[in-house]
């Protein structure tokens, strides 16, 4: 059935789906092929039923009722074998409550091939679904997949930290906006931000996403919380010393008790981190588990960069899955030669990390074990960061054995980053300056500067490498709030705001620094260095003169090279044959007849992109796309002709291991499974 709720009706297909969304009164007569539209409609409104009436060329006028009384139905309707000249299609709905709405638009028609005609229509399709466009030529929404609130309970004061996540299926840019009934939002308008609890009792706290700057294509989800007073009970016993134990369990409407000793003592080389906090381990987040793959660096190889490094053509790519901080104390590089240990009892300043880089994370531990925490907090904000993709760093690594040396390509964010030469040892050790990275804190757009790495990359096993650094200043700021309330005002005490590597305050060995464990796994076929930039350079146009760039112009090329396609741009010879070899023996086609499918696609998505962008995809990357569209066509053609957003459509590509094989293959992670 369809539902008739936004007063505009904007077109029609005559071949492929027709949806309506509501219509206004409207009258618009375009002369040489446009559109001429007569509407009567107002208020919300069910259609059971569409009349559809074509004339012209040398034909009769001909037909028939189209039924959408069925839940999910669309007004759809294709008509093979009009001779060629110009039509004209007349559509006629009749909407409960007895409103009419009526429309038209004319065509031509070409021998040998069916016209769509191509206006646009604007709707929303149930409660989720804002402007839709028909036949690869509609808006859908953004959704909402992933909203975390913890703490549920604290008390007045104190922060809740908030974090959604949205995707668009177009990838459309998406607005994020957080509402409280009471209390107050610290950035409502970021996908991460923080909530404080001003009073007592039970709030609601709602996310909302939107594509279209919440006009009409909402998706949101109300979390409860409680604010209690926090004098209503006795809190625990803190640990031990040594171990800076942890704090105590809440008495009824009370705060959590102390802490025991500093985490830190000046005897450890070392300190405890402590496990990420299993409310932030969300079960529906992807990351793969990095393979076990030992750290080959001694620790004392040269972080300074050699001036080049020859090219060889063998390339990996290592998406990271894992960054931690490794250990509290210090980061392990001679960064500025100040002499000390960080691992300080008291004080806010710390001295100096062992081999020479100053760590003011340590610093930190007095104050964290007073309110119950560790540094373990950071490790909660980098796996959300990862999680929901605000952190995304990626290292395609080009060893050279016979030079000592390799070329590392770092992505940050999907944007490709000048490639570095390194040094490689004969132990296969990897070390060398990276720089400035870009690292998102708990919604702070923030970087790491001098960054240094030693670490170790393999073809299949992945990259484990440890990454030392200082903090930019709000950063810095970021990290600390992240881990205690009001730690900006304490991270003053030890910033190097000029990125100087010496403090600001206090000494000249206090700059803000930490050391992380950075693992990633070996990933797919689509993503090194020359396909990333096939992908910058594609643009694709379909029939209905919509628009694909990147990613989304070669899937939808692979789309397109089902049947082909004489008016897109480029052109695509098409797998007609081989698509309907698939589609009369679905859903039990042989292996042989899907490959063959499955070769046509691949050779077809190919020859496009090469014409669209030089040279091309590689032939594995290709491969891995005309796989894809061969297991959807054969598996799941029935669920997804209509609307491939649907979620049937998504569910059945999901199960039948279209999508998942599509992303291992191809390195691309579009979560749509999890």
């Known amino acids: 059935m369809l539902q008739i709720d936004l007063m505009t009706w904007l077109g029609v297909f005559l071949v492929g789906s027709l949806a309506a969304a509501g219509c206004t009164s409207n009258d618009s007569d375009v002369s040489n092929g446009g559109l001429s539209l007569k509407l009567e409609l107002a208020g919300t409104a069910q259609i059971d039923e569409v009349l559809y009436r074509i004339t012209g060329g040398d034909m009769p006028a001909m037909g028939g009722i189209i039924d959408t009384s069925a839940p999910e139905a669309t007004a759809s309707v294709e008509v093979f074998g009009l001779p060629e000249g110009g039509y004209l299609v007349e559509l006629r709905a009749v909407a409960n409550g007895g409103t009419v709405c009526e429309g038209s638009a004319p065509f031509s028609v070409a021998a040998g091939r069916t016209t769509p005609v191509g206006v646009m229509l604007n709707c929303k399709v149930q409660e989720r679904l804002g402007g839709v466009r028909v036949n690869g030529s509609f808006n859908v929404c953004a959704e909402l997949n992933k909203v975390v609130v913890a703490p549920l309970e604290t ?22 906006f957080w509402s409280a009934s009471a209390g107050t939002i610290l950035r409502p308008d970021d996908a991460v931000t923080s909530y404080r609890c001003t009073s007592v009792g039970t709030e609601v706290i709602e996310a909302f996403v939107s594509d279209d700057e919440f006009s009409n294509c909402i998706d949101s989800w109300p979390v409860q919380v409680r604010c209690f007073s926090g004098d209503g009970g006795t809190g625990g016993s803190g640990g031990t010393a040594g171990s800076g134990g942890s704090g105590g369990t809440a008495g009824s409407g009370g705060m959590a008790g102390t802490g025991g000793a500093p985490m830190c003592i000046a005897e450890a080389p070392s300190c405890n981190n402590g496990p990420i906090d299993p409310i932030f381990e969300d079960p529906t987040c992807m990351l793969l588990t990095p393979p076990v793959l030992a750290n080959q660096c001694a620790g004392d190889e040269s972080v300074v960069n050699p001036s080049s490094c020859s090219s060889t053509g063998n390339e990996t790519s290592h998406e990271v899955q894992l960054i931690a901080v490794d250990g509290d104390c210090n ?46 907090g950071i490790d909660q904000v980098l796996y959300q960061g990862l999680c929901d993709g605000s952190i995304s760093w990626t290292f395609r690594i080009e060893p050279n054995v016979a030079e000592s040396c390799v070329n590392v390509t770092p992505i940050y964010g999907g944007v490709i980053a000048d490639t570095i030469p390194m040094n490689l040892s004969g132990t296969g050790c990897i070390s060398g300056a990276l720089g400035s990275v870009p690292i998102p804190i708990a919604g702070v757009q923030g970087r790491l500067d001098n960054a240094l790495i030693r670490g170790t990359a393999d073809v299949t096993q992945g990259l484990n490498v440890t990454l030392g650094a200082t903090a930019e200043e709000e950063t810095a700021k970021a990290i600390a709030e992240a881990l205690i309330d009001g730690g900006s005002a304490v991270v003053a005490q030890v910033l190097d705001i000029n990125s100087s590597l010496q403090g600001d305050v206090n000494s000249s060995c206090d700059a803000l ?19 990333a930039q096939v992908y910058e350079n594609l643009d694709y146009i379909d029939d209905f003169g919509q628009m694909y760039t990147g990613t989304e112009a070669a899937v939808a090329i692979g789309q397109d090279c089902l049947f082909g396609s004489n008016t897109s741009d480029p052109t695509l010879a098409g797998c007609p044959s081989e698509a309907a070899r698939v589609l ?11 490959d063959e499918l499955s070769s046509c696609v691949t050779q077809c ?7 669209a962008s030089p040279p091309g995809l590689s032939d594995s990357c290709a491969a891995c796309l005309g796989d894809k569209v061969a297991c959807d066509a054969s598996l799941c053609t029935n669920l997804c002709v209509a609307d491939v957003s649907s979620p049937a459509c998504i569910q059945c590509r999901c199960e039948n291991d279209c999508t998942p094989r599509f992303e291992t293959c191809s390195g691309f992670r579009t979560g749509v499974c999890n």
Request: include cysteine; charged fraction near 15%; aromatic fraction near 2%.
């Open 513 to 531: 620094s930490l050391s992380l464990d950075v693992g990633a796994t070996t990933i797919g076929n689509c993503v090194d260095a020359s396909n």
């Open 331 to 376: 980061s392990g590089f001679d960064l500025d030669s100040c002499p000390g240990e960080s691992c300080r009892i008291g004080g806010l300043a710390p001295g100096e990390g062992v081999d020479g880089v100053d760590n003011a994370l340590a610093g930190l531990a007095p104050v964290l074990v007073n309110v119950g925490a560790n540094l373990g």
């Open 605 to 611: 998505s190919q020859d496009a992109i090469a014409e």
């Open 584 to 594: 009369s023996c679905f859903p039990n086609c042989p292996t042989g007849v899907v």
């Open 155 to 176: 008390s007045i004061g104190s922060s809740i930290d908030l974090s959604m996540q949205g995707t668009d299926a177009e990838g459309d840019s998406i607005d994020y």
